[in-house]
C-alpha cells in the first residue's frame, strides 16, 4: 500500500498544478493545464493496475505466478483514454487559436472587453 | 434478437460514415437521412414494446462472457430514451433542412449531428462504465464539433466554457472510472451493482458515489455547474441548439437515473438527500437566471437548468414512484424544449432578433406559430392538462408524500416564475406590435419551419393528453430500473446463450 503512496504524490502534484494554470487567464497556460489534468486521470489509471515495485508485466507463461503480474485491464483502458485525451488536446489547441484570431487576444478578461455591451447572439448567419 | 440491439448504434454510425462518402449536399442525400432517422424511430417504438413484453434484451459483443466482455443492455428506460433522441433528431433535421437552402447547407453538419446521435445511444445502451466513458467522449467529441461548426467570430468565445468545463468533467469521469475499478475489480455495472452491495457504509463508496454525482450532475447541468450553458447554448445554430437542449443535459440525468437506481446500492440515504437539496436549488436559481435576461433563447436556456433541478429532484427523493415521476418528466421536457427552441429559431429568422424589447407583431402575423409557442410555455410552466402539468404533478406528489415541504416550496416558487418568464416572451415577441417600418421576413421556409415545429408539439400534446398510458409505461420502467436483482440476472443470462462456458 504505502509503495503506491508515490503516485498518490505525483498526482496530486500534477492535478494541483493543472488546477493552478487551468485557473489562469492566458490561453497557453490554460491549454498546458488541461493537458497535465489529463495525464493526472491516466496515471490514476494506471495506479490500479497494481503495485508496480517488481511486479512483471502480464505476460504470463509456464512458471510465472499471475500474483506477481501487474492488472492489464487498466493498461487496455489508459490506452483508450490517452487517445481521446490526444484527440480532445488537439481541438481545445485549434479552438483557442480561432479564438485568438477571431478576437485579436489571448486572455480571457480582455476577451469579456472586447465583446463589450453585445453579447454577439443577434441577427447571426441566417441560413 | 438480441443482437438488434446494437442497431441504434450501428446504424446512426454507418450513416453519418456514407453522409461523409457523399458530402454534397443532395436532395437524394437529405430524404436518406430522414428516412434513416424515421425508420430509427419506428425500430424504437418497437423495441420500447419488445423490452416492455419480455424484459431487457442484452448483447454481449464478441461473445465475452459477462464480467469480462462489454455488453449492451436495453431495457425499458433505454428505449425510452432511444425513441425520444430518435425524435428530437428526426425534427432537428427536419427543422434544418427547412431552414437552409441545399447549396448553402454545410456538409459535415449532418454527420456531426449523426455520430452524435451514435454516441448518445451508446451511452443509453452500454452496460459497462468504461464504455459509458467512451460513448460521453464520442458524442461530447461531435458537439464540440457541431458548436463550432459556422460560428461566426463574434461567437467562437462562447463555445470556451462548454469546452472546458467539458474537459474538466471527462477528465474527472476517467478518475472515477479507475476508482471504480480498484474497488470493484470490475467495470461491469451489473457486477459492479453485486459488489457496491458489499460495501454498504464503506466510506470509500460514499466517496466515489459523490464523485459519479459531480460528474454527471455537470454534465446536467445542476447547480453550481450550470453557468456553461446559458452561455453556450443561445450561440448556437438553431437545430443543433434544439437538439442539445432537448438532449444533451438530459444524457446526464438518464445516468444519474441509472446509476442511482440500478447499480449503487439504495442504503446510500444521505446523498439522495444532498441530490434532492442540489435540485431544489437547481430549480429555483436556474429560473431566477431566467427572469432577469432580456433574450428568448437564453431565458430557454436558462430554463433548461431549473427544469433539470425537478428530474434530479425526482431522482433525490428516491422512491419507485419518484423514479416513474423522473422518467416522465424527461419524456415530457425533451419535446418541449426541444420545439421552444425551434420556436425561437423561427423568430429569429422573422424578426432577425430574439430580443424582446425590440420587435413584436407575430401573434396576427404567424397565429400558428404563436399558438405552438403558447401551447409548449405553458406545458413548461405546468399548465393543465398540458404534459408539463403531470410531471410537475407527479414529482410535488411525491414530495408531499415524503413530507418534504420546503423542497416542495421550492418547486412551486420555480413553476411561477416559469410561468412568469414565458409570459414575459409571450408579451415581448408575440403580443406587442411590431414597430412601424420594420418589416416581418415571413417567408416560404419559416411555414417548413413551422411545420416541423408542429410535428413536435404535436407529440408532446399527445403526452399531456395520452398521460395515464405514459406513465404506465414510465412507472414499468422505473421498477425495473429500481430491480437491481433482475438487472443483474437479466445481464448475467447472456452468459447461457454463449458458446463454451456458462462464466464464473
Given at each position: 500500500m504505502t509503495a503506491q503512496?508515490?503516485?498518490?504524490l505525483?498526482?496530486?502534484?500534477?492535478?494541483?498544478?493543472?488546477i493552478?494554470?487551468?485557473?489562469?487567464?492566458?490561453?497557453?497556460?490554460?491549454?498546458?493545464?488541461?493537458?497535465?489534468?489529463?495525464?493526472a486521470?491516466n496515471l490514476?489509471v494506471?495506479a490500479?493496475?497494481?503495485?508496480p515495485?517488481?511486479?512483471?508485466a502480464p505476460?504470463l507463461h509456464?512458471?510465472v505466478?499471475?500474483?506477481?503480474?501487474v492488472?492489464?485491464?487498466?493498461?487496455?483502458?489508459i490506452l483508450t483514454?490517452i487517445?481521446?485525451?490526444?484527440?480532445?488536446?488537439?481541438?481545445?489547441?485549434?479552438?483557442?487559436?480561432?479564438?485568438?484570431?477571431d478576437?485579436g487576444t489571448?486572455t480571457?478578461?480582455?476577451?469579456?472587453?472586447i465583446?463589450g455591451g453585445?453579447?454577439?447572439l443577434?441577427?447571426?448567419v441566417?441560413? | 434478437?438480441?443482437?438488434?440491439v446494437?442497431?441504434?448504434i450501428?446504424l446512426?454510425?454507418?450513416t453519418?460514415l456514407?453522409?461523409?462518402l457523399f458530402?454534397r449536399?443532395s436532395?437524394?442525400r437529405?430524404?436518406?437521412?430522414?428516412?434513416?432517422?424515421?425508420f430509427?424511430l419506428?425500430f424504437?417504438?418497437?423495441?420500447l414494446?419488445?423490452v416492455?413484453?419480455?424484459?431487457p434484451?442484452?448483447?454481449a459483443l464478441?461473445?465475452w462472457?459477462v464480467?469480462?466482455?462489454?455488453?449492451l443492455?436495453a431495457?425499458?428506460l433505454?428505449?425510452?430514451?432511444?425513441?425520444?433522441?430518435?425524435?428530437t433528431?428526426?425534427?432537428?433535421?427536419?427543422?434544418?433542412?427547412?431552414?437552409?437552402l441545399?447549396?448553402?447547407e454545410?456538409?459535415l453538419r449532418?454527420?456531426l449531428?449523426?455520430?452524435?446521435?451514435a454516441?448518445?445511444h451508446?451511452?443509453?445502451l452500454?452496460?459497462d462504465?468504461?464504455?459509458?466513458?467512451v460513448a460521453?467522449?464520442?458524442f461530447?467529441?461531435?458537439?464540440y464539433?457541431?458548436?463550432?461548426l459556422q460560428?461566426?467570430?463574434t461567437?467562437?468565445?462562447?463555445?470556451?466554457?462548454?469546452?472546458?468545463?467539458?474537459?474538466?468533467?471527462s477528465?474527472?469521469?476517467?478518475?472515477a472510472?479507475?476508482?471504480?475499478?480498484?474497488?470493484?475489480?470490475?467495470?461491469?455495472?451489473?457486477?459492479?451493482?453485486v459488489?457496491?452491495?458489499?460495501?454498504?457504509?464503506?466510506?470509500?463508496l460514499?466517496?466515489?458515489?459523490l464523485?459519479?454525482?459531480l460528474?454527471?450532475g455537470l454534465k446536467a447541468?445542476?447547480?453550481?455547474l450550470?453557468?456553461?450553458l446559458?452561455?453556450?447554448y443561445p450561440?448556437?445554430?438553431?437545430?443543433?441548439?434544439?437538439?442539445?437542449?432537448?438532449?444533451?443535459?438530459?444524457?446526464?440525468?438518464y445516468v444519474l437515473i441509472?446509476?442511482f437506481?440500478?447499480?449503487?446500492?439504495a442504503?446510500?440515504?444521505?446523498?439522495?438527500?444532498?441530490?434532492?437539496?442540489?435540485?431544489?436549488l437547481?430549480?429555483v436559481?436556474?429560473?431566477?437566471?431566467?427572469?432577469g435576461?432580456?433574450?428568448?433563447?437564453t431565458?430557454l436556456?436558462?430554463?433548461?437548468v431549473?427544469q433539470?433541478?425537478y428530474?434530479?429532484l425526482?431522482?433525490?427523493?428516491f422512491?419507485?414512484?419518484?423514479f416513474?415521476a423522473?422518467?416522465?418528466?424527461?419524456?415530457?421536457h425533451?419535446?418541449v424544449?426541444?420545439?421552444?427552441?425551434l420556436v425561437?429559431?423561427v423568430?429569429?429568422?422573422?424578426?432577425g432578433t430574439?430580443?424582446l424589447?425590440?420587435?413584436?407583431?407575430?401573434w396576427?402575423?404567424a397565429?400558428?406559430l404563436?399558438?405552438?409557442?403558447?401551447?409548449?410555455?405553458?406545458?413548461l410552466?405546468?399548465?393543465?392538462?398540458?404534459?408539463g402539468?403531470w410531471?410537475?404533478f407527479l414529482?410535488i406528489?411525491?414530495?408531499l408524500s415524503?413530507g418534504q415541504?420546503?423542497?416542495?416550496?421550492l418547486s412551486?416558487?420555480?413553476?411561477?416564475?416559469?410561468?412568469?418568464?414565458?409570459l414575459?416572451?409571450?408579451f415581448?415577441?408575440?403580443?406587442?406590435?411590431?414597430?412601424?417600418?420594420?418589416p416581418l421576413?415571413?417567408?416560404?421556409s419559416?411555414r417548413?419551419?413551422?411545420?416541423?415545429?408542429c410535428l413536435l408539439v404535436l407529440?408532446?400534446l399527445?403526452?399531456?393528453?395520452?398521460?395515464?398510458?405514459v406513465?404506465?409505461?414510465a412507472?414499468h420502467?422505473?421498477?425495473?430500473?429500481?430491480?437491481r436483482a433482475?438487472?443483474?440476472?437479466?445481464?448475467?443470462a447472456?452468459n447461457q446463450?454463449l458458446k463454451?462456458?456458462?462464466?464464473?
Open positions: 503512496l508515490d503516485t498518490a505525483l498526482v496530486t502534484v500534477l492535478a494541483g498544478g493543472a493552478y494554470l487551468c485557473l489562469s487567464r492566458r490561453f497557453l497556460r490554460k491549454l498546458l493545464g488541461f493537458l497535465m489534468l489529463s495525464n486521470a490514476v494506471l490500479m493496475a497494481g503495485d515495485t517488481g511486479a512483471r505476460t509456464e512458471g505466478d499471475p500474483a506477481t503480474a492488472d492489464p485491464v487498466p493498461q487496455a483502458l483514454a487517445v481521446i485525451g490526444f484527440s480532445v488536446a488537439a481541438y481545445l489547441t485549434v479552438l483557442l487559436y480561432r479564438i485568438y484570431v478576437s489571448a480571457t478578461p480582455r476577451l469579456e472587453r465583446a453585445s453579447d454577439g443577434d441577427d447571426g441566417i441560413r | 434478437m438480441s443482437v438488434l446494437g442497431l441504434p450501428a446512426p454510425l454507418g453519418a456514407l453522409a461523409l458530402p449536399p436532395t437524394a437529405r430524404f436518406g437521412v430522414v428516412a434513416v432517422l424515421a430509427q419506428g424504437s417504438v418497437w423495441l414494446e419488445t416492455m413484453r419480455q424484459g434484451l442484452v448483447l464478441g461473445g462472457a464480467p469480462y466482455g462489454i455488453v443492455v431495457d425499458t433505454s428505449a425510452i430514451m432511444l425513441g425520444l433522441s430518435s425524435l433528431a428526426l425534427a432537428c433535421v427536419l427543422y434544418g433542412f427547412a431552414e437552409s441545399r447549396e448553402h454545410h456538409p449532418v454527420p449531428l449523426l455520430l452524435l446521435v454516441g448518445i451508446l451511452a443509453f452500454t452496460g462504465l468504461f464504455t459509458l466513458f460521453f467522449e464520442v461530447l467529441l461531435a458537439s464539433g457541431l458548436m463550432t460560428m461566426v467570430a461567437r467562437t468565445r462562447r463555445a470556451l466554457p462548454y469546452v472546458t468545463i467539458n474537459l474538466v468533467g477528465t474527472l469521469f476517467l478518475a472510472c479507475a476508482f471504480a475499478y480498484g474497488l470493484f475489480g470490475t467495470l461491469n455495472l451489473s457486477e459492479i451493482a459488489r457496491s452491495a458489499e460495501l454498504v457504509g464503506d466510506v470509500r460514499d466517496l466515489l458515489a464523485l459519479f454525482f460528474v454527471f447541468g445542476v447547480f453550481p450550470y453557468y456553461w446559458p452561455v453556450s450561440a448556437l445554430p438553431t437545430p443543433v441548439a434544439a437538439f442539445f437542449a432537448g438532449m444533451l443535459t438530459k444524457v446526464g440525468v441509472r446509476m437506481g440500478t447499480v449503487l446500492p442504503e446510500l440515504g444521505w446523498l439522495h438527500g444532498l441530490v434532492a437539496w442540489v435540485a431544489g437547481t430549480m436559481i436556474g429560473v431566477l437566471g431566467a427572469v435576461q432580456s433574450r428568448m433563447r431565458i436556456s436558462y430554463h433548461i431549473s433539470v433541478g428530474m434530479v425526482a431522482v433525490g427523493l422512491s419507485p414512484f419518484s416513474a423522473a422518467i416522465f418528466y424527461v419524456v415530457h425533451i419535446v424544449k426541444a420545439s421552444l427552441f425561437g429559431g423568430v429569429l429568422r422573422i424578426h430574439d430580443r424589447d425590440a420587435r413584436g407583431g407575430l396576427t402575423a397565429p400558428i404563436s399558438i405552438a409557442f403558447l401551447l409548449q410555455a405553458l406545458s410552466a405546468g399548465i393543465p392538462p398540458l404534459s402539468f410531471g410537475k414529482v406528489r411525491e414530495g415524503q415541504w420546503t423542497l416542495v416550496l412551486l416558487v420555480a413553476s411561477v416564475l416559469t410561468l412568469v418568464s414565458m414575459k416572451i409571450w415581448g415577441v408575440f403580443w406587442s406590435k411590431q414597430p412601424e417600418g420594420v421576413r415571413l417567408t416560404p419559416s417548413r419551419m413551422t411545420a416541423a415545429v407529440v408532446s399527445g403526452i399531456g393528453l395520452g398521460a395515464e398510458r406513465f404506465e409505461v412507472e420502467a422505473a421498477n425495473e430500473t429500481l430491480d433482475g438487472y443483474v440476472q437479466a445481464v448475467r447472456v446463450g463454451g462456458g456458462e462464466g464464473p
